[in-house]
């Protein structure tokens, strides 16, 4: 049912889902979802999933899960995330700590996360999907939303390196010319944009040559 109501609402939006390359998306995995611009993301994306079959969850704070908007949200794939301390006296965790926690205590569980965190444009992402994969020890595959070309699906897996900047810029390259529906608020994170970092060099070069 979930894979024929996916089908059915990308072919009403005229989008195509998309799964380029050969690779298979592991049982435990986090998934970005990239660009979100829009409020029309969540739908889209959750549709994409729903097509292949992939049982894609998202991770929110528990308090929005209880009743009404729990009724909304779990069906989805929404879990809620508990970070009150076990103990008294313990430290509150971070979300990307119980989001690890929680990733270990599961034997399946696909994990989609958007780096941008929030709709307006952001010009350096949250490395919080990173550090997670990183600390749950897992991969992570590309999921993307192409506006342009109303194409949505997976672009691959990337098993992390021990260089967090190298594997930041291949992830950058990836999304490098996928177009939100509202381009002006998607950037790729400056700090890893190779382009953007060559584009800065040559401009304090031409400064540093016109002052000499």
Sequence with gaps: MGKLLGTTFLKLLGWKPQ??????????????????????????????????????????K?????????????????IGINRRPKKEGEERQSMTEAIIELLNKEDELKLAISPEGTRALRKQWKTGFYYIAKGANLPIAFG??????????????????????ADMVKIMDFYRNISGKRPELFSLDERYDKNKKQEISNTDSKISNEEG
């Design 62 to 78: 528990d308090e929005f899960m209880k009743f009404p908007l729990g009724m909304i949200f779990r069906p989805m794939g929404a």
């Design 144 to 165: 993307f939303l192409d506006y342009a070309k109303k194409q949505s699906g997976l672009g691959g897996v990337m098993h992390l390196s021990d260089d967090m900047e």
């Design 19 to 60: 799964h380029i390359g050969e690779f298979e998306i592991p049982k435990k995995c986090v998934v970005i979802a990239a660009p979100h611009t829009t409020y029309w993301d969540a739908l889209i994306m959750v549709a994409t999933f729903n097509h292949f079959k992939i049982p894609v969850k998202w991770a929110m």
